[in-house]
């Protein structure tokens, strides 16, 4: 069973920049909805390049994860089995009950559709031993992605209209939260989530699209035990910006931080440096040397 993690904040506040100080970028894997920077580093301090595509003879990107399956490459294991997707391979991957040879390597896959999240942790715990983090880079924009779709907006009236709010929170939570359940036990799983502003309550709270309708059905917080906001320190108070990203690991009203006291000895007004690496050593720590 994997750990996982949340990071919490406004647009743009440190999530994702906060892989730049993973010391090992090569033990890292982002899985995005949309296109995005990975923020990695190798282990020499050199930019982690995108690791995403497949490039067969004549130079054209016909795949997002370069791997060989029993000595054939991917492209034309593709071809000769007529498999229509990179996602659908994965997933054939993982559900076959045959024994697969994969050597596999990559940090980075692009994958709007919820349903293959899941599929996509299972390959990487199962052919990917080199990788013991996990990003899934944007929960709401996968959200909304179902929220536009064709097959949820037509189901406006009667049962179906409110029935389809309980099968998004369930296809979420199954293909993003609760697959880690099943995943290697050295892996460490962080999501990304973006923050909204109450200003009723004076709170930020995970955002979660749609309101009510599915906020009421699908709890992201009550999932974790290390929930990270975001925090910006003002320029009045500290000018280098190196220090000026934080992670608020306590509750401080605003901000409902859980840390679970692993940063007592660091925490400075109940906040910690934005470094991904040093909130890793200390999970690891904690859940995992015992």
């Known amino acids: 069973m994997a750990q996982r993690a949340a990071l919490i904040g406004l647009p743009n506040t440190g999530k994702s920049i906060s892989r730049k100080f993973i010391f090992n970028g090569e033990r890292a894997f982002v899985i995005s909805p949309s296109s995005k920077m990975t923020h990695l580093f190798t282990s020499e301090g050199k930019v982690k390049a995108k690791d995403n595509l497949h490039f067969p003879e004549g130079g054209k990107p016909v795949s997002q994860l370069d791997f060989t399956i029993n000595g054939v490459t991917a492209t034309d294991f593709m071809k000769k089995n ?18 697969f040879k994969i050597e596999a390597t990559g940090n980075y896959i692009v994958c709007s559709e919820v349903k ?12 990917m031993p080199q990788i013991n983090m996990i990003f899934l880079a944007d929960f709401t924009h996968w959200v909304s992605y179902i929220l536009r779709s064709p097959a949820f907006r037509k189901q406006t009236s009667g049962g179906g209209a409110f029935e389809r709010f309980w099968t998004l929170a369930a296809d979420t939570l199954d293909n993003i939260i609760l697959a880690a359940d099943t995943l290697r036990d050295d892996i460490i799983v962080y999501t990304e989530y973006h923050a909204e502003y109450h200003q009723d309550t004076d709170t930020y709270r995970v955002f979660v699209p749609a309101g009510n309708m599915l906020n009421d059905k699908f709890l992201p917080k009550s999932y974790y035990d290390i929930c990270l906001h975001t925090e910006i320190t003002p320029y009045e108070e500290e000018q280098d910006d190196s220090k000026r990203y934080k992670f608020v ?9 859980r840390g679970m006291d692993l940063f007592n000895d660091i925490e400075e007004k109940g906040m910690i440096p934005n470094n991904i690496e040093l909130v890793d ?10």
């Open 281 to 290: 050593s200390r999970i690891r720590k904690y859940f995992l040397s015992k």
């Open 116 to 127: 293959y999240v899941e599929y996509y942790q299972t390959f990487i715990s199962r052919f």
């Open 249 to 257: 690991v306590k509750n401080l009203g605003r901000k409902d931080g």
């Open 82 to 99: 007529n498999v229509p997707s990179i996602h659908e391979l994965v997933k054939g991957m993982v559900t076959n009950p045959h024994s």
